[in-house]
Structure formats: C-alpha cells, structure tokens
C-alpha cells in the first residue's frame, strides 16, 4: 500500500455506513478524555516554564499562553461531557407521548443546546395512517428525559384539514 493511498477513516464505533444491526449513538461523556489530556498537557507546559526559570531561550512566555488556552479548552471539554441517560428508544417513547398519536414512521437527530452544548434528541415523526395526516416534531433532553419543546401539525403533504398544535411541552 503507497502511502498515498491512506485515508483518514472514522473509528469503528462512528461508522455507521459498514454496521449491521441496531446502531447505538455514543455517549457524550466521551468528551472528557481528550478534556483531561488537555489539562495535562497545560499543566506540563507550566512546569516547563516554571522549570526553565528564563535559562533558557526556548521556553518564554508562550508556554504559560499555550497553558492558559489549554487549560481553557480542557475545562470546556469537561464541563460538555454530559453523561447521556436517554438513547434514541427511549427518545422515541417520550416523543411518541408527547405528540398524542400512534407513531409510525420516526427519525431521530442527535444534537445539542446551549453554551455547554447539551446533547438533545431531535425526533421528526409521522402518524402511523397511511397516508401520515399528521407529523410532530419534539426535542428531548438526553440527560434528564425532559420534553424540550412539541409541535404537533397536520402533514401538508395530505389534503387533511384537521390536526392540533402545541408548541410547548406537556406538563
């Protein structure tokens, strides 16, 4: 194999394109490894600098730079690896219960909210008739099962004329 022929490939538990059988999304907490080896990696590079003590021309003030962004990054990493408790089933159960009709067809989205991006389901689905007379849309809270937001409407690709909306979560 030249060396031209390598290509950067996703790691096994990512590639869904060559998987057979039931997919399961991975854990946002996963982001805490690579938060913790920036953390290290800070802290190495103030102990270099600490440890030179201006001997040396190779290690100046951008170690203590590279330290503080580090750090920075590392911290966020931390702070955004929430621990999901909610798969995609138990998103579809809780989206089914919020829309109010027998599921047929459904999607469901992996996405995430907020500063410290919180990993949300974003679930598309369709009534179970055949044509579908009426689809929702619900977002659910991965770490807590939460119903973010609901809407609920008649599927225009119908010529129904009846359907409810909700756009707030049920209580």
Not at 44 to 60: I, S
Request: proline share 6%; hydrophobic share 40%; with cysteine.
């Amino acid at each position: 194999m030249a060396t031209d022929d390598i290509r950067d490939e996703l790691p096994d538990d990512l590639n869904a394109v060559d998987f057979v059988g039931a997919y399961k999304f991975p854990d946002n907490s996963r982001r805490r490894i690579p938060g913790y080896m920036y953390l290290f990696l800070s802290a190495v590079c103030v102990v270099v600098y600490v440890a030179a003590d201006g001997d040396t021309p190779l290690v100046n003030d951008g170690y203590l730079l590279a330290a503080l962004i580090l750090g920075i990054v590392g911290l966020y990493s931390l702070l955004s690896g929430w621990r999901m408790t909610v798969d995609e089933k138990g998103a579809l159960e809780r989206a089914t219960r919020a829309v109010g009709f027998a599921v047929g067809h459904a999607s469901a989205q992996q996405v995430w909210r907020g500063v410290r991006s919180r990993p949300t389901w974003r679930m598309f689905c369709y009534s179970s008739e055949d044509p579908p007379t009426r689809r929702g849309l619900v977002l659910i809270d991965a770490v807590d099962g939460r119903v973010v937001e609901c809407l609920v409407e008649a599927n225009p690709d119908t010529d129904n004329s009846t359907s409810d909306a909700s756009s707030n979560p049920p209580e």
